[in-house]
């Protein structure tokens, strides 16, 4: 039995991805092609999209192989490790018991490169020779510059302009992955024209920034666009996260699971971590109460609508049934930039409606008060969006410890926070506005 952390070898690295589809017992709805409200065929997404992700998008197949020369590149930092958080419990004097897998450890510092390289490498083989895609905080951006550069295809980056300017460090890394990065809305593309006519001073948002990329794409028949979240295949991908989980736990000696919490913007780390867990759950295997942690800014679980909408501000995409604030929602520029989006994916969307997840909004300085206490008791400075999941469940903790019970919390900790560094100092300092 291991004490403090699992490391497993390489050979362990998951051989596929889980595709929850096959396991649930109501279809999810099906996206919509917006000119004619009518599901969404495989050729609509052509100019979007490589054969072999608009293949994952619509598969119900259980296991979907990762392609060797991907698993190969998830050898950099996969498996990827999870740690008993002894000394968080102790700061807390719980009585639960705390574990964390840790996704900061990747090359760019965040779960995104689980999604970024196979979307890079599908693209690659197709013969595509340039993504164009969206960023919010800039961690997707990286992420696909990273991946870009390793399967030798140009990479244009639109990025919210709020976070364009306040963290210049995440713009710095897209280019030194050789990436080329914009602040959107942008004079590049005519939505991006017609949003600055219409909305001067706008600090930008993913819905806005997805409308350039897919715009720019669908443009040049060389390029595909990309998107770092929400899409049933970018979760699909994610799902190595919950799969090393699962095995983690049983070295750690854990057979069943209380709680699991991960942070919830699109979806797809919470996806990733949580799809394997509710399969054992379905199963009768475990009985998991899993929890989404959404900013207050931003709440489109606890507070948004189930219906179909637009993935992005212009009305370009197809329309998705999922939880939505609104393809015009545009949030208080919150620290968690990864957390802002309007909509949450639809297979997200899917398993809390059906009861398979619940939701929680957390506002941002009780999520860094979170993040600076895991800090100081395990060495590692979560990313913004991560330390809404760790609030979470130190919420968890309390509760357990005032109950005297003793369950067994995982959390999912998506990414490093070492760029983020300039919020921590904010909030130390005391001047962290809560929305
Ligand atoms: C992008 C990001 C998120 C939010 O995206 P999801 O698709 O909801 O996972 C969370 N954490 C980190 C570190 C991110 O980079």
């Known amino acids: 039995m291991n004490e403090y952390k699992v490391i497993l070898p390489e050979a362990e690295i998951p051989t596929h991805w889980y595709n929850i589809v096959a396991d649930l017992p109501t279809p999810p709805a099906p996206p919509l092609n917006p000119a004619t409200d009518q599901p969404l065929q495989p050729a609509d997404l052509a100019p979007l999209f490589p054969m072999g992700l608009i293949e994952q998008e619509a598969s119900a197949e259980r296991w979907i192989p990762i392609p060797d020369e991907v698993r190969d ?167 190595v996260i919950g799969q090393e989980a699962l095995k983690q736990l049983e070295y750690f000696g854990v057979a069943k699971l209380d709680y699991l919490y991960a942070c919830a913007g699109g979806g797809s780390n919470l996806g990733g971590i949580a799809f394997p867990f509710i399969r054992e759950n379905l199963e009768g295997r475990q009985d998991v109460k899993i929890v989404a942690c959404e900013p207050n800014a931003a709440p489109s679980l606890t507070k948004g609508e189930f219906r179909y909408d637009f993935g992005d501000t212009a009305g370009m995409t197809p329309k998705l049934k999922m939880y939505t604030l609104g393809q015009d929602f545009v949030p208080d520029p919150v620290h968690a930039g990864g957390l802002r989006y309007h909509g949450m994916a639809p297979l997200v969307s899917h398993c809390y409606h059906e009861g398979y997840l619940s939701a929680i909004a957390i506002r941002q300085r009780e999520a860094f008060a979170a993040g600076v206490l895991f800090s100081r008791a395990e060495g590692i400075i979560p990313a913004s969006e991560s330390n809404h999941a760790i609030a979470g469940a130190i919420r968890q903790a309390k509760l357990a410890t005032e109950e005297g019970t003793s369950p067994v919390i995982l959390i999912g900790v998506s990414g490093s926070g070492q760029l983020d560094l300039p919020a921590y100092t904010e909030f130390l300092n005391g001047e962290m506005a809560d929305s």
């Not at 510059?145 to 140009?154: K, S």
């Not at 024209?193 to 909305?199: A, G, M, N, T």
């Open 73 to 239: 590149i998830y050898k950099l930092w996969r498996p990827s490790p999870m740690y008993r958080a002894y000394r968080l419990e102790q700061a807390l004097g719980t009585t639960a018991q705390i574990y964390y897998k840790y996704e900061g450890a990747s090359p760019v510092g965040s779960h995104k490169a689980n999604s970024s390289l196979p979307q890079a490498y599908f693209n690659m083989k197709e013969g595509r020779t340039r993504l164009t895609t969206e960023t919010g905080a800039g961690q997707w951006g990286a992420a696909l510059a990273f991946a870009a550069q390793i399967f030798g295809l140009q990479c244009d980056i639109w990025q919210v302009r709020n976070t364009f300017e306040g963290k210049p460090y995440r713009h710095a890394q897209m280019e030194v992955f050789g990436a080329h990065a914009v602040a959107s809305p942008s004079e590049l593309t005519d939505v991006g024209r017609k949003l600055r006519e219409q909305f001067p001073d706008t600090p930008g948002s993913l819905g806005m920034a997805i409308s350039e990329a897919v715009e720019a794409a669908v443009k040049d028949p060389n390029a595909s666009y990309s998107l770092g979240s929400v899409l049933n295949h970018v979760l699909l991908h994610q799902t």
